[in-house]
Each structure stands twice: as C-alpha cells, then as structure tokens.
C-alpha cells in the first residue's frame, strides 16, 4: 500500500469525487459579501481547484486564489482561469507576497477573505490559529470581512454516528473505477478528527492511504479568537450553508443554531 494524497495529487479527480455544479459555495460566499456590502478585492484561501475564487471572479470581483498544493493551482490556472493564484500557507502568509491582481505586492488591501469547506481547520494549533488570524488581520483593510465555512466541533459533542465506521464511495474517472473507504476518529488530546481514507482501482494498482485532520473547533472557541485578533462577528451558525441538508439557496437568511455538522462564520475587522 502506497501513501498519498489522490485527490489533491488529481484535482480533476478531486472535482469528480466533490462536485458544485451550481457553484454553491461560491455562491453562498458571494452573499455574504453582498449582504455585508464587501468592496470588490477577494482572497479565497485554500482555493483548491479554484472553482468557488472563479465564480467570485465571474461576479465582478478582483480576486486572489492561495494554496499550498501546487497540482491545484496548476489546475486551478487552466480550468479556472480569471483569478491571480499564488502559493501560500494560510497558517502564516505574507500580504506583501499576495496582493490583489490590480496591485500585486500590496499589503491591506483585501476588503474581504474567504476560507471555505474546513480549510481553516487545517491550522491544528493555537499558534497555527493566531497565525492565520494576524495574516488575516494584516491582508484586509479596516472593516474588512472574513467569511469562513468548516465542521463543527460541537457537533461531536456526544455523538458518534460519523465516527469509527468506515465510509464507502464510488466513481469512474478516465476510465478507471475507484472505491474509496473513509473513517473519522477523534483525536481529543490535540482537539483533532482525524480521516483515514484508502482508494482502491481496478486498474491493477496498488492501493493509496491518506491521513488528514481538521481542528475541532467549538462555536464559543471560535468566537474568543476572533475577538481576541479584533474580528466582530457578524454571524455564527450552523446552516443553511454550501454543504448542510437541506443545502443554502439563494434567499435564504442565516440560522441561529450552531449545533448542526457545519459552521458557517462572517466576521469584520475593527475600522
């Protein structure tokens, strides 16, 4: 058995695996900006293929994508052309290094981030959370917005039904079948959920096991560190949103609840 990571190694596999179609999360993003009335420079950290910073760009928006995986932003470049993709670890990013398409180099000149589908759940630390946060706080201008969606660590708070059973999907992709089997454990001495995922093909090759986590952050924890970086919180629920059942539709207002398996947070930064 090899270890890898297929889906971020093959963005278009990872888009067939995780399909938008009608560009939700994008689209949700963009709500947010609107109802919060955000200028037009964008950051879309952890931009993985690049679909949602594309449709953000199709809206108008001067947009930046950033990610540490190089196979995406190659990827990114070619099927999702309209934005500037840069490399950049949203654990610790310089904004000099960034800048906007329009002015590239510049620091504070984001009137908005977006970090979407758990992406700032990747900072597994405190210290990685206050990094992300001040490279956040450096990027924006004063009232700038961070709009983020991710898991829910509340949501583990006495249940188990996603736990320590595998998951099992399956799919076609150049012609090859792919089965893929998916376990999350809870680490509670880091705060972490851990994936263990193991592709099996039918072409003959050997099978590839993966390992991720994600910070398990609770709502009122996740509220303290923004706070503490000088974010105000316009909202902190758990739906309707990109990935919740019943998924967001345009229209749709922000929940009360945060109980549910995602979380969905807009905040500002102090004028």
Do not use: K
């Not at 709500?31 to 594309?54: E, F, I, K, Q």
């Not at 589908?117 to 917005?145: E, I, K, M, Q």
Request: charged share 25%; with cysteine; glycine share 10%.
């Amino acid at each position: 058995m090899t270890s890898g990571n297929l889906l971020t190694d093959n963005p278009e596999l990872y888009e067939a695996r995780f399909p938008d179609p009608e560009r939700l999360a994008g689209r949700w993003a963009e709500d947010c900006l609107r109802r919060y009335g955000s200028a037009p420079h964008v950051l879309d950290l952890g931009c993985g293929t690049g679909r949602d910073a594309a449709h953000l760009h199709a809206m108008g928006r001067s947009v930046v994508g950033a990610d540490l995986s190089e196979a995406m932003l190659t990827y990114a470049c070619d099927r999702h052309p309209g934005p500037r993709y840069v490399r950049a670890d949203l654990r610790d990013f310089s904004p000099d290094v960034l800048g906007t398409p329009d002015t590239p180099g510049a620091s504070g000149v984001f009137d908005a981030v977006v970090c979407l589908d758990s992406a700032l759940l990747y900072c597994h630390t405190n210290d990685d959370l206050d990094g992300f946060l001040a490279s956040c706080r450096r990027s924006l201008v004063p009232g700038g917005l961070l709009v983020a969606e991710m898991r829910n660590g509340a949501y583990f708070l006495g249940r188990d039904d996603l736990l320590n059973t595998p998951r099992y999907n399956s799919l076609t992709w150049q012609g090859v079948s792919y089965r893929s089997a998916t376990t999350l454990r809870i680490d509670r001495t880091a705060q972490l959920l851990r994936r263990g995922r193991v592709w099996t093909a039918d072409d003959g090759s050997a099978p590839v096991e993966q390992h991720s986590a994600w910070r398990l952050l609770l709502p009122q924890e996740l509220r303290h560190f923004l706070t503490a970086h000088g974010f105000t919180v316009l909202e902190l629920h758990d739906g309707p949103g990109p990935r919740t059942e019943p998924p967001w539709q345009e229209g749709d207002l922000p929940g009360t609840a945060a109980d549910a398996d995602r979380l969905h947070v807009v905040a500002r930064l102090a004028d």
